[in-house]
């Protein structure tokens, strides 16, 4: 039998959920009125003491709004400190402080080295700066106080992968993806997330054709907008356009010709009509401003641009002269790159044989090395940045660069055979995994048989005639650069051979570099315009041409996350103050002088006395 307390303690609970419901919204309606007396009380409460009103006695909740207030006034004062600081104490206080530090016999006692000495002293400099302070004005800025205005309408013609790519046909599956930015926006890495396959199998192109997959169509993204990433610190062309819009330019007078970057240079005018579109709106340009137009033209744009020039000059020899003031080249590959040939035999680069563990690993997730080179075999543009001129430029005891190691590369099999390879040897196993349309692509850039197929290359293609025209070759150096390397060979499959280092042989994870601006050596950006287009066969018309080199210098602050105002990096010079200034003085109509600080003189003296040599026999 149940106790009478557990049969009445159940009665109750009964009792309670089946109570009135008019009981209940009445309750309801005290407790609100309770609540709502309370902060009358409390509004009409005199002095608050520890929570309590002196007046009734009543606890009184704390504001939070208080909290916030105070808050925000510690930031402010936090943030004007930091400038007072800065304004007060240079950064040789810091420094001459850290220095007294590691001076300290305890420190002594650690047998720190000098370079991890060097590395800390840079990085408290860095800290220390405040590069808001030294770079307050824009170079835009800067000139329209000046009074200098723009003159000449702007074409700019960006380089791989530095424009946007738009989806415009997929499987239903990805539907929702159409126009979205499959390559240049947060909506890439969503596209990858929900369907990495479907990303994959659209930025491929067809290994027959060279152009659209079956049933996918990817076309590159018009207008300014296209060179405006939506990814936080990821600007290419922002920085130059921001600063032209001082100088009274706007999108009129501002072309930025974007192109499917994928495409090999034929490839782009039979789908996309691009050469011919880009005559049309350069000579729209003319007649709308009465200025010739100035084609600014980065990395892989430069050969474009080159190749454009071949073309249009093709239909009508005076039109360069008649509707181009000065051509601008940033970071132009004009003689290749040997970074490619890593990328396309290895599907690998200096940028990821370096990365930590972490890194390497969250890169091998969204985008793998074997997915890499399955991408880059069907990609023809690749094939027009393999390095140019044979081993007179780029092979040699030591080459004319001075690098360490004689070859592009040399390879070590699994059973320790040791190999070097030669460029032809190199192209040979380029042309081993290539797209079977990309075999005959490069058949026609190594041995061209037609005129169009030299378009591409300044050594086989002279300049237009066109005398009033400048042409300005603008590249950074003093960034170390890949420049050749040191394979592992498993079956028929390259590695970069990452364990091999030697500091004594110029050697670090496998790869060998020389000066350069990160990615581009300097004997690519720098030969043709210090010594190339000097010659009365490149350069019909003996143009002007000018060398401007920008020294790389490391940022002055971790908040510079894309290398700060003098950088000379291939992408991040896009930034650079001084180039921009220089942009700046050209679109205006004024001229710069050439500049060189590299031995750029010194590796064009032994290149042109190797070629002597080859043509005495």
Request: hydrophobic share 35%; proline share 4%; net charge positive.
């Amino acid at each position: 039998m149940p106790k009478i307390e557990e049969v009445v303690g159940v009665r109750a609970d009964v009792l309670k959920e089946k109570k009135d419901p008019e009981n209940t919204k009445r309750e309801a309606e005290t407790e609100a009125g309770k609540a709502d007396g309370e902060n009358r009380a409390a509004n009409s409460c005199g002095l608050i003491k520890n929570g309590v009103c002196t007046t009734c006695g009543r606890k009184i909740k704390k504001s939070r709004k208080r909290f916030y207030v105070v808050s925000f006034a510690l930031i402010i004062f936090a943030y004007f400190s930091k400038i007072y600081y800065e304004k007060l104490f240079k950064q040789t206080v810091v420094e001459d402080v850290l220095t007294d530090f590691l001076n300290l016999k305890a420190v002594i006692h650690l047998k720190l080295s000098e370079e991890t000495k060097a590395n800390i002293m840079h990085i408290a400099a860095m800290l220390a700066s405040s590069p808001d302070s030294e770079f307050e004005d824009m170079p835009g800025i800067l000139a329209a106080k000046k009074g200098v205005k723009g003159k000449h309408p702007i074409t700019i013609i960006p380089g791989i992968a530095n424009s946007s790519l738009e989806l415009w046909k997929t499987n239903r599956k990805t539907n929702s993806f159409f126009r979205k930015k499959i390559w240049g926006s947060h909506s890439t890495i969503t596209f990858m997330l929900h369907n990495k396959a479907e990303w994959f199998a659209s930025m491929k192109l067809d290994e027959d054709t060279g152009l659209d997959p079956h049933e996918r169509k990817v076309r590159a993204s018009l207008g300014l907008d296209s060179s405006d990433f939506e990814i936080p610190g990821m600007w290419f062309w922002w920085k130059i356009i921001e600063n032209l819009a001082h100088l009274e330019y706007e999108p009129g007078k501002v072309h930025f010709a974007s192109f499917d970057w994928r495409l090999g240079m034929e490839e782009l005018e039979k789908r996309d009509g691009y050469f011919t579109k880009l005559k049309i709106d350069i000579e729209h340009q003319k007649a709308a401003s009465k200025q010739k137009s100035v084609i600014v033209a980065h990395s892989l744009g430069s050969l474009i641009t080159h190749y454009f020039m071949q073309w249009v000059t093709e239909k009508d020899k005076k039109w360069v002269d008649n509707h181009i003031h000065a051509v601008v080249y940033i970071g132009g590959p004009l003689l290749g790159v040997p970074k490619v040939i890593a990328c396309l035999l290895t599907g690998e680069m200096k940028a990821t044989t370096q990365m930590g563990f972490l890194q390497y690993a969250i890169a091998e997730l969204l985008f793998g090395r074997e997915r890499r080179k399955e991408i880059f075999k069907t990609w023809t543009s690749p094939l027009y940045l393999l390095p140019k001129g044979g081993g007179v430029f780029w092979e040699g005891a030591p080459p004319p660069d001075k690098v360490a190691y004689p070859h592009l590369i040399h390879s070590t099999g699994e059973n320790g055979e040791e190999k070097s390879y030669n460029i032809e040897e190199i192209l040979e196993e380029v042309e081993k995994v290539v797209s079977p349309y990309n075999k005959k692509a490069l058949r026609n850039i190594l041995d061209p048989t037609k005129k169009e197929a030299k378009w591409s290359n300044p050594l086989l293609s002279p300049l237009p005639y066109a005398p009033n025209m400048t042409i300005y070759l603008m590249y950074g150096v003093d960034k170390t650069t890949e420049r050749a390397y040191h394979f592992s060979k498993k079956g028929k499959d390259f590695e970069i051979n990452k364990n091999h280092t030697d500091k004594n042989k110029g050697v670090f994870r496998g790869i060998y570099t020389s000066d350069g601006d990160g990615t581009v050596p300097l004997v690519s950006c720098g030969y043709m315009g210090y010594a190339g287009w000097k010659s009365k066969a490149l350069n019909p018309s003996r143009m002007k041409i000018v060398n401007r080199e920008y020294r790389h210098k490391e940022a002055k602050s971790f908040l510079e996350i894309r290398g700060g105002p003098e950088t000379a990096e291939h992408i991040n010079i896009l930034g650079n103050s001084e180039l921009i200034s220089d942009i700046l003085t050209v679109a205006s109509g004024g001229a710069i002088e050439e500049r060189i600080t590299s031995n750029l003189p010194e590796i064009v003296e032994e290149i042109e006395r190797k070629r002597k040599i080859i043509e005495k026999g």
